[in-house]
T-cell receptor, first 119, second 115 residues
């Protein structure tokens, strides 16, 4: 079974600075998807960014980018120019690539990292 | 409304009560999910539905009973719960459970407290 580990229970950053959240995973599969979700105090889990394992290029979404190291099974999230609204719990998640037919990939989540942004 | 909505947002119930959580998605998706989020634990997948058919029951106690009358609505019926069932219950939906690029979108959750 796949596992996802976020080794940083809490992180903090000054407004306008850059912060990197760590995520490692364990899998024997070669094709899969990785996600970062953000859960602010309002509790709505919001998709931040998605990475396909077969793509070597790191995904980016505005101020959010990832450092995907497939061999090391590492998938870190970098937040540039941090804003107060970035304060939230961040979850890393893994999903197998579906083989089609009747199989599907379940999302496996890490434990989460609480990010605090200081003004 | 857009996205995935859940009602109620907060629920307090006694161990002998019967209540239901409701989830509605306005995204035209075919798959819906229930997750349990407890403090200091990863999200736990409870149930998965695809086109109103249950495809996953992740060893969830029978005091939780899901219902999916159509692809837009998902319910979680609760009865004779235990205090350890207190948690945030999240609903999610996705376009197509069996598509490789499928991505889940979440509702705001229901905070459940069992007294």
């Amino acid at each position: 079974a796949q596992t996802v580990t976020q080794s940083q229970p809490e992180m903090s950053v000054q407004e306008a600075e850059t912060v990197t959240l760590s995520c490692t995973y364990d899998t024997s599969e070669s094709d899969y998807y990785l996600f970062w979700y953000k859960q602010p105090p309002s509790r709505q889990m919001i998709l931040v960014i998605r990475q396909e394992a077969y793509k070597q290029q790191n995904a980016t979404e505005n101020r959010f980018s990832v450092n995907f190291q497939k061999a090391a099974k590492s998938f870190s999230l970098k937040i540039s120019d941090s804003q107060l609204g970035d304060a939230a719990m961040y979850f890393c998640a893994y999903r197998s690539s579906n083989a089609g037919g009747t199989s599907y990939g379940k999302l496996t989540f890490g434990q989460g990292t609480i990010l605090t942004v200081h003004p | 409304e857009t996205g995935v909505t859940q009602t109620p947002r907060h629920l307090v119930m006694g161990m002998t009560n019967k209540k239901s959580l409701k989830c509605e998605q306005h995204l035209g998706h075919n798959a819906m999910y229930w997750y349990k989020q407890s403090a200091k634990k990863p999200l736990e997948l409870m149930f998965v539905y695809s086109l109103e058919e249950r495809v996953e029951n992740n060893s969830v106690p029978s005091r939780f009973s899901p219902e999916c009358p159509n692809s837009s609505h998902l319910f979680l019926h609760l009865h004779t719960l235990q205090p350890e069932d207190s948690a945030l219950y999240l609903c999610a939906s996705s376009q197509d459970l069996y598509r490789s690029t499928d991505t889940q979108y979440f509702g705001p959750g229901t905070r459940l407290t069992v007294l």
